[in-house]
C-alpha cells in the first residue's frame, strides 16, 4: 500500500441471494454518518422560512460538497436530518469534522447572524442493504439512535468506528462507556468528539507544536459541562417563584466559577421552567453532559430545599439530598450543594479552586431577599422597557443596600438601574451626567466591596465605556472575565464595538453559544446587526435588525440603526419609514443628543454612524 494512504472497508463479494434477483439489495459494511439537526421543532415553530432556507443552505454549501470531496454519498435526506455513506471510516470521520467546523461560518458568511441552526452528527461502522434508492439495516438504526447522545456541534463515534480512526484523532475523544440505544439488546461503546474540540474539526488545521500548550488546550476540551435547571417552587404561592429561581441563578454562579466546569448560562436553562422535560433531551440540547435539578419549598421562616445530579447521557442519578432549613441558612445550602457537585466532579478541579471561597453573602438574609426581588424586578423591565419597572427595581435594590449596606451584587445591579436611565429616553435622568457619575459611584462601590465579584468588574467597565474611558473599561471586562472564564456579559461585545473591533464583537457573540445557545434576542440579532453595520456589511445588518424589530416594534436602538443600514444601501424610503418609528418611540431624539451615547473610541466610527443616520433624514438639533 502506498504510504500514506488509507485502508478502505471493502464491500466483500457479494452473495446472489441477497442481489438483484430478488430486490434485496446489495449487502455490504459501510460507515454510515447520520446527521441530525437540534431542536428543529423549536426552530420550525419560531419562524419556519428561516429555517427552512438555512438547512437548504448547509446541505447545498457544507454537507453535500463535503461528502463529495470525502467520497461519501448523501443516500437521503429528511426533513430534519440526513444519511450519508462511505467506503473509509476515516472519510467518515474527517467528512463530520468538516461539516461541524464549517457549518456556522457558513451561516455567518451568508447571514451574519448568530448560527440558529446547529447539528449532531453520529457515526457508525455497520452491515447494511443498499439498493438503488436507499440504505437501510443495524448500521443505519445504530447510528440514528447514536446521534440522541451527541452534544451540539460535536460527533459520536460508534467503538467499531473509533478503533479504526483512533490513531489520528489525537486527545479530543471522550469516552462515553456503555450506551444503551432503543430497540438493542446490547449496549454500544461510543466516543464523543465535543464542539470544546472544534480547532481541530477542520482535517486541515494543523495541531500546535507546543506540548505545553496542546496539554492546556486538551484540558480545556475535556471540561465536564453542567446544567443548572430552574428549581421548582413547590411552596404553593407564585409570589415565592423569585426564591426559586434566585436559587438557581445563585447555585449557576456558584459552579460557573469553577474554570474546569463548563456551566450552561442561566438564560439558556431558564428556557425549561414550568416545563416537562427529559433529562436526556435537554442535556442533548444545552451541550450538558451533567444536569442539577431540584425543588424548593418555603413556609414562614423555615426552607426545605431538594437537589439531585444527573448524568444527562446515561439518566443516572450521581446524587440526591435534601436539606431542611432556617431561611437565612440558606447561603450555607447553597454552599454544600455547590461544594457536593465539585466533589463530585473532582477529577475536573483542582484542590485550590476547591479550597476557594465562594459567593459572598449579605450581612442579613433581609438584604438578600430584597436583592432577589429587585433583581427579578430588572429582569422583567428588560421586556417591560418601561420607567415604572426601572424605579420598581431601583427601589428593591435600594433597600438592599440601606440594610446591608456592604452588598457588593446589590449596589453592581443598582448601577445598571442609573446607566439604564442615563440611556433610556424614560425621563429627565436620560443623558444627564449626574445620573451616570451616580451609576459610576455604585460600580466603584460594588468593585471596592468585592474585588472578584465579574458582574460588579463588567458594570464598572459598562459604566466607564459611556464615560469614554475606553481603555479602562476593556480592562474590567477583561478581568470579569479571568475571575470567572464561564462569566457572560453580552455588553462585552458592545464594548468591542465601540473601541473600533467589530469582527471580535461578532466573534464573542458567537463563541457564548457554547454557554448561553438559547442566547437572547437583543444579542444575537441587534448588537449583532450593529456589528455588520460598522464592518459596512449593510445587507447583513439590515436582515439581522429587521428579524429583531419584527419581533420587539418598541425598542428604539435597533430603529434607529436599521434606519442607518437601510440609508446606506441607498434604500431611503425604507430608511425613512424607520427613521419614523425612532421618532415614534422618542419623539425628542437627535443627532446630537445621540452623539453622546454614540461612545465609539476612533471619531471615524462616530461619522461613519451619524452619515447613516443623517441620509435617512432624522433630525439633527
Not at 500514506?4 to 446472489?16: A, F, L, M
Not at 477583561?478 to 464594548?495: H, K, L, M, Q, T
Request: one cysteine or more; a negative charge.
Amino acid at each position: 500500500m502506498p504510504s500514506g494512504e488509507r485502508p478502505k472497508i471493502s464491500p466483500g463479494p457479494v452473495r446472489p441471494s441477497e442481489t438483484g434477483s430478488e430486490g434485496l439489495g446489495e449487502r455490504r459494511l459501510a460507515a454510515i454518518a447520520f446527521v441530525d439537526i437540534v431542536g428543529y421543532t423549536i426552530l420550525m415553530a419560531e419562524d419556519e422560512a428561516r429555517t427552512h432556507r438555512r438547512w437548504m443552505r448547509i446541505l447545498g454549501e457544507v454537507i453535500s460538497p463535503a461528502a463529495e470531496k470525502f467520497r461519501g454519498t448523501v443516500v437521503k435526506s429528511t426533513g430534519d436530518g440526513v444519511l450519508v455513506e462511505f467506503p473509509s471510516a476515516h472519510d467518515a470521520v474527517d467528512w463530520a469534522r468538516q461539516v461541524q467546523g464549517q457549518v456556522i461560518t457558513k451561516q455567518v458568511e451568508h447571514e451574519n447572524e448568530s448560527a440558529t441552526i446547529t447539528l449532531r452528527v453520529a457515526v457508525h461502522l455497520g452491515d447494511v442493504i443498499a439498493t438503488e434508492f436507499d440504505v437501510f439495516g443495524d448500521g443505519v438504526n445504530v447510528a440514528a439512535r447514536l446521534q440522541q447522545y451527541c452534544v451540539p456541534g460535536g460527533v459520536i463515534l460508534s467503538e467499531a468506528i473509533y478503533d479504526l480512526v483512533r490513531g489520528t484523532i489525537g486527545p479530543d475523544a471522550r469516552d462515553l462507556g456503555f450506551l444503551e440505544l432503543r430497540n438493542f439488546k446490547k449496549p454500544i461503546r461510543a466516543y464523543s468528539l465535543d464542539p470544546e474540540a472544534s480547532d481541530s474539526f477542520d482535517p486541515g488545521v494543523n495541531d500546535s507544536h507546543d506540548p505545553e500548550e496542546n496539554e492546556r488546550e486538551g484540558s480545556r476540551h475535556r471540561r465536564p459541562s453542567v446544567a443548572v435547571l430552574p428549581f421548582t417552587n413547590l411552596s404553593g404561592d407564585p409570589q415565592q417563584e423569585y426564591f426559586s429561581d434566585g436559587m438557581t441563578e445563585d447555585l449557576t454562579t456558584e459552579l460557573s466559577r469553577f474554570s474546569e466546569l463548563l456551566v450552561i448560562a442561566r438564560n439558556s436553562t431558564f428556557q425549561y421552567k414550568g416545563k416537562a422535560i427529559d433529562i436526556r433531551q435537554v442535556g442533548r440540547e444545552l451541550g450538558a453532559r451533567y444536569v442539577l435539578e431540584g425543588s424548593v419549598r418555603r413556609s414562614g421562616d423555615r426552607v426545605r430545599i431538594a437537589a439531585q445530579l444527573i448524568d444527562a447521557v446515561t439518566g443516572t442519578h450521581l446524587w440526591a439530598e435534601r436539606y431542611d432549613r432556617e431561611v437565612h441558612d440558606i447561603f450555607a445550602v447553597q454552599d454544600e450543594v455547590a461544594r457536593r457537585i465539585v466533589a463530585l466532579l473532582a477529577a475536573h478541579v483542582n484542590h485550590a479552586e476547591g479550597e476557594r471561597v465562594l459567593l459572598k453573602p449579605p450581612a442579613t438574609w433581609e438584604a438578600y431577599e430584597c436583592y432577589l426581588r429587585g433583581a427579578e424586578a430588572l429582569a422583567l423591565h428588560q421586556n417591560r422597557r418601561t420607567k415604572a419597572s426601572l424605579y420598581e427595581a431601583r427601589r428593591l435594590l435600594e433597600q438592599s443596600l440601606t440594610i446591608d449596606p456592604d452588598y457588593a451584587r446589590a449596589a453592581a445591579v443598582l448601577s445598571w438601574t442609573y446607566l439604564n436611565a442615563y440611556l433610556e429616553p424614560f425621563d429627565d435622568d436620560h443623558l444627564n451626567p449626574a445620573v451616570l457619575d451616580r451609576a459610576l459611584e455604585l460600580a466603584e462601590t460594588a468593585v471596592h466591596l468585592d474585588t472578584r465579584l465579574p458582574e460588579a468588574r463588567a458594570q464598572l467597565g459598562y459604566v466607564l465605556l459611556f464615560k469614554r474611558q475606553h481603555d479602562a473599561a476593556m480592562a474590567e471586562f477583561e478581568r470579569a472575565i479571568a475571575f470567572n472564564p464561564n462569566f457572560i456579559d453580552y455588553r462585552y461585545a458592545r464594548a468591542l464595538l465601540f473601541v473600533g473591533e467589530p469582527a471580535k464583537a461578532i466573534e464573542v457573540l458567537e463563541a457564548n453559544m457554547r454557554v448561553d445557545p438559547f442566547q437572547p434576542l437583543m444579542y444575537s440579532t441587534s448588537w449583532m446587526g450593529q456589528a455588520n453595520y460598522m464592518l459596512k456589511r449593510y445587507g447583513d445588518a439590515v436582515r439581522l435588525l429587521r428579524e429583531f424589530t419584527s419581533r420587539r416594534p418598541n425598542i428604539q436602538l435597533p430603529h434607529l440603526w436599521l434606519a442607518a443600514a437601510y440609508a446606506q444601501l441607498g434604500q431611503l424610503e425604507e430608511a425613512r419609514k424607520e427613521a419614523a418609528e425612532v421618532l415614534r418611540i422618542n419623539p425628542g431624539f437627535t443627532i446630537e443628543g445621540w452623539k453622546r451615547l454614540a461612545v465609539f473610541k476612533d471619531p471615524k466610527d462616530v461619522d461613519h454612524n451619524i452619515d447613516g443616520l443623517r441620509k435617512a433624514g432624522l433630525p439633527e438639533t
